[in-house]
């Protein structure tokens, strides 16, 4: 097997530590700046293996002389840790185990948005842990706002965006009884709508899109007395997210929030004064983007989101043909 180039840069930073012409602290940030850049673009699995062991030289190098760097090394490593594809919950247990000993020296030692991007990254972690009950969501819930102390709204509204995206859908995921679940949805929706408050589609397009779309998400299968009310506040949120994403521009984000509002339309009646007259008009509507949304998965490799929506446009042909059924059996009465 041909060494990658990444291999070979590994080897040529492993040898350059171990020469004479820079110090200590030198060979650690030039160990972290190279793991850092095969972490940031990594090619294949093993540049992020490849990161993981900078970060172990770096680590070993700082012992006890250089505590931040040792910490930023920890850092650097679980997210890389984290990236690895399919990681299996020994690397995130890893993960945790070095944020869990980096953040106190961070908190410390470095700036407060060096603390707030390893709190922001450790919700993640701690997300990832939850279906294997090693972490609490609560626990991911409470670093996410931890990093929302200093992501605020006015000076990072990229990363506070970003972050109450990551707090409403921690809510939607955890589970209970009936008062709880609804408490936990209502939780979630209050979320987006506060962001949203904060994040226009002026400034913030892409982040504008993100809340819209998931809102439109939370809103649909929002348990309530009011489902056609929820839908269409829903597909409300949706259209908004659609001035943003378009198939030439955004393809897969696009794709997604067409098929969302198709899920939405295919139980929203048409008129809404006169539900018992079914709703012929929205399954076309949501036929016709289930089939687009199809076309550009399809189209971009996405198999699983493709066969997805080619079950739900199977389900919503035939709910036309037992629709049509009935009208014609209506007419003819």
Sequence with gaps: MTPSITDSTVKAALAAITSESATTEEKIQMLIELAQGLQKKPKTPQDL???VELYQQAYKLCDSDYPLWKARSQVGMAGALMSIPDAGVELLLQAKANYQEALPILRQLAGSVEEAEAQMNLGLLLQSLVPFNLAKMTDSIAAYHQAMRVFTSQDYPQEYAILANNVAIAYLSMVGDASQSNLYEGLAVQT??????????IDHPREYAMLQNNLGNA???????????????????????????????????????????????????????????GNLKNLLQARNYYHEAWEIFSQHQQQAQAAAVAQALQDVVGEISKSSRRGAEAQRE
């Excluded at 987006?192 to 589609?201: P, R, S, T």
């Design 49 to 51: 293996w490849n990161a």
């Design 192 to 201: 987006f709508e506060a962001a949203l408050q904060h994040i226009n589609i």
């Design 219 to 277: 809103l649909q299968y929002l348990q309530s007395s009011h489902p056609v009310e929820n839908n269409l506040r829903a597909i409300a949120a949706y259209d908004q997210a659609l001035k943003v994403r378009s198939p030439q521009d955004t393809p897969l984000e696009y794709a997604n929030t067409i098929a969302n509002k198709a899920n939405a339309l295919f139980n929203l009646p048409d008129d809404l004064e006169k539900p018992e007259l």
